[in-house]
């Protein structure tokens, strides 16, 4: 799934960023409320996790902007600000949730779970499904023909990333954008590493396999042939 965090705090926000693709998640970063506002209303994310006082554009502005304009993202705000008062008005502004600094990662953490888990009235996907393997994006479990697959979470973020493209051919390059995060070649065969060893966990013992390799262009998932 894919998070915006917006934050100003360079050390606060690599913290955060490091934590959320620990656990399984694609992030982008926006430093300002400029850009946190440019990106919230030209991509689409799964959540959104905002501070409240930024340079530029200020988290609570960000907020009625995007809900004016439809955006219904869910958005965890973040402030020192900590009074009753405070979090009434971030509420009030079209947050989902407030958190006070300092905070705990795992606080954090289980609170960006609980709202990708309400949605936004049942609008959000939560689960994937191609022919007999799904996805539940929310418990982050996978499983084919009932069989739970154990995977690691850059596993899981690339199993992800083609089953929401199933059917389509994803390349190397969009493989190292949105699941490695590098926006250049490092020249390794970390792809085909991870491939090989995704194909070992979903296809192994299956009679049609669903991970196919495109030569020289690049990888699908896509239901078997019949």
Do not use: C
């Not at 530029?56 to 958005?75: E, H």
């Not at 779970?113 to 936004?120: D, F, N, V, Y």
């Not at 850059?154 to 954008?177: D, I, Q």
């Not at 070992?200 to 196919?212: E, V």
């Amino acid at each position: 799934m894919r998070i915006l965090v917006v934050e100003d705090d360079m050390e606060a926000a690599a913290y955060m960023a490091k934590g959320l693709k620990e656990s399984g998640y694609t992030v982008d970063h926006a430093a300002d409320g400029k850009d946190g506002l440019f990106k919230a209303a030209s991509e689409n994310y799964d959540a959104i996790v905002m501070d409240r006082m930024l340079p530029g554009v200020d988290g609570l502005t960000i907020l009625r902007t995007l809900r004016s304009a439809g955006n219904m993202t869910p958005v965890l705000i973040l402030s020192a600000l900590g009074e009753v008062d405070d979090r009434v008005t971030g509420l009030k502004a079209g947050g989902d949730d407030y958190l006070t600094k300092p905070y705990a990662f795992s606080e954090l953490l289980a609170r960006l779970e609980a709202l990708l888990r309400r949605g936004q009235d049942g609008a959000a996907v939560t689960r994937l499904k191609v022919a007999d393997m799904e996805m539940d994006l929310i418990a982050r479990k996978v499983s084919r023909g009932g069989k739970v697959v154990e995977l690691q979470p850059k596993e899981f973020s690339l199993l992800e990333y083609l089953m929401r493209h199933a059917g389509h051919v994803v390349t190397r390059t969009m493989l190292l954008e949105n699941v490695w995060d590098y926006a250049f070649d490092p020249q390794t065969n970390v792809i085909d590493v991870h491939i090989s060893r995704l194909r070992q966990k979903i296809d192994k013992g299956f009679q049609k396999p669903l991970l196919h390799t495109v030569r020289g262009v690049g990888y699908t998932v896509r239901e078997p042939a019949e």
